[in-house]
C-alpha cells in the first residue's frame, strides 16, 4: 500500500510527504476522522517513509527491510497500541510508550508509536504519556489516531500536529468494491451507501452477515415500533448490558438510515433511498406515518448518536430511553 493506493485523502497525503520531504519526523501528530477511512493505513504508509531505506520522490519503496517490518507490524522501532480492543487504553500501556521510547533505535533512524483510539487513554494514562510529548527524544514519532479527537486532552491536542481526514464519497467506495471484491454492482451500489463514507464499513459489510442480520433485527424493531408492541421491539434488538459501545453505536447508525428512507419515501424521494432493497418494508412502516412524525424521529436519532461519547454508557438504558422516545413520538 502507497500514498497512492490510499483512497481519497490528498490533503493529508500531501501534508505527510511534505514531512518526508523536509525529513521532519520528531513530532506527536494526530490523525483524525471518521472511522474506517484509511487513517491508520496511513500512518503505516508515512512510518515506512520515515524508515525506508531507499526513498523516493517522497514515496516508501515497499520493499527494503524496513518497508517490509514495519508493513508486517514487526520493526523493532514500532510500537502500536490498539485502544480499539478494549475501548480503553490504561496506565500500562502508558508505560509500555515510556519503555520504548527510553532508548536509541535499533535499526531505524526514527522510532515510531503509532496509537490506535487515542480518545480511549484513560486520565491518568493520558497525563503519563503527556510526559513524554513534553519533551519528545529527537528519535521519536508519535501517531495518535482518533475518530473522537475532542475527548483528547487539550494539552495533548496543543502538541501535535494535526491532520485531518474525510468521509469518502459514494462512489470511491462503489469503485473500490467492484476492483476488489467479487460483487454486483447493485450490492456494491448498496453496501457503499450504507457505509455512510466509511470504506472499512462496506468491506465489514461485505466479510459477513452480521451487518445483514443487524439491519433486519433494526426493520423489524421499526416495525414493533409502529405496531406499539414495545416489549418486541426491545427484546428483538438483542440489547444486553455486555454490549460494547460500538455495538449499540452501530445498531443505531442503521436506524438512523432507514429512519431517513423512511423520510425518503414519505416525500416521495424514493429514488433517493439508501436501502434500495428494503423498499417495500419502508413502504408498509410509512403507511400511516406523517412526514413530520418522521422528521422528529430522525432528529432524535442523529442527535443521539452525536451525543454518544460517554463510553460507560449502559446499552439496556440508552435503549430503552430512545425507545420510548420514538413511541411518543408516534403517537403523540
Known sequence: MSFENIIGQETAKKILQGFLKRKIFNRTFLFYGPQGIGKFTTALVFSQGINCLNLNDNNPCFNCRACLLIGNLKHPDLLVIDGSINANIKIEDSFKVHDFARTLP????????????????????????LKILEDLPEYLTVILISSHPHLLLSTILSRAVKVQFFSLSQEQIELFLLGNYEITEGRAHLLSGLSLGS????????????????????????????????????????????????????KLEILSLLVRDLLM???????????????????EICEGLDFEVIQECLSFIVSSIKSTTDYNVNPTLFWDKITIKIKDYIYA
Request: avoid cysteine; proline fraction near 0%.
Open 199 to 250: 470504506l472499512g464499513k462496506a468491506i465489514d459489510y461485505i466479510s459477513g452477515d452480521s451487518f445483514i442480520n443487524m439491519r433486519k433485527s433494526v426493520i423489524d424493531y421499526l416495525y414493533f415500533l409502529k405496531n406499539n408492541r414495545l416489549v418486541d421491539a426491545f427484546t428483538n434488538l438483542g440489547i444486553q448490558d455486555k454490549d460494547s459501545r460500538e455495538e449499540s453505536l452501530k
Open 106 to 129: 535499533l535499526e531505524g533512524k526514527f522510532k515510531i508509536v503509532i496509537i490506535r483510539d487515542a480518545h480511549h487513554f484513560t486520565t491518568e494514562a493520558a497525563n503519563n504519556l
Open 265 to 283: 419515501y414519505s416525500a416521495g424521494y424514493s429514488h433517493l433511498m439508501i436501502n434500495i432493497d428494503l423498499e417495500r418494508d419502508i413502504k
